[in-house]
């Protein structure tokens, strides 16, 4: 299995355009007093590619959310282009809203083939 978790965070992190949110939560926001933010994890991880009997390569799926009282369009390209420099394809992204929080909730996913680079 294949492990770019650290990876993905430092990228979201990092990113100049990301700058401004309040937050980056694994998996689900703990709450949405300071907004806007991001919660990240992985969908899926699963066997792609073997050699010599182990696996050398995975296709990884990652969900990313924003979420805010305002528009999240800036934020969800920047999101993308970030995903996108390393080498993931968006596979899906939805406009949602949540009533209980009051909050507009941009759910994004994408995914990668990724191989171990030392084969």
């Known amino acids: ?33 300071t907004l806007p933010l991001l919660s990240y994890f992985e969908v899926d991880n699963l066997p792609s590619l073997f050699a010599d009997n182990q696996e050398i390569g995975s296709e990884i799926v990652y969900q990313i959310d924003l979420w805010g009282k305002a528009s999240l369009s800036a934020y969800a390209l920047a999101v993308d282009a970030v995903m996108t420099g390393m080498d ?23 995914k990668r083939d990724y191989s171990d680079p030392s084969f």
Request: aromatic share 14%.
């Open 1 to 33: 299995m294949q492990n770019l978790k650290s990876t993905v965070l430092t990228a979201l992190q990092t990113a100049t355009a990301l700058s401004t949110l309040t937050g980056f939560h694994f998996q689900y926001p703990t709450d949405f007093t």
């Open 88 to 110: 993931f394809v968006r596979v899906s992204a939805q406009d949602l809203y949540e009533d209980a929080e009051h909050v507009y909730h941009k759910s994004m996913r994408f």
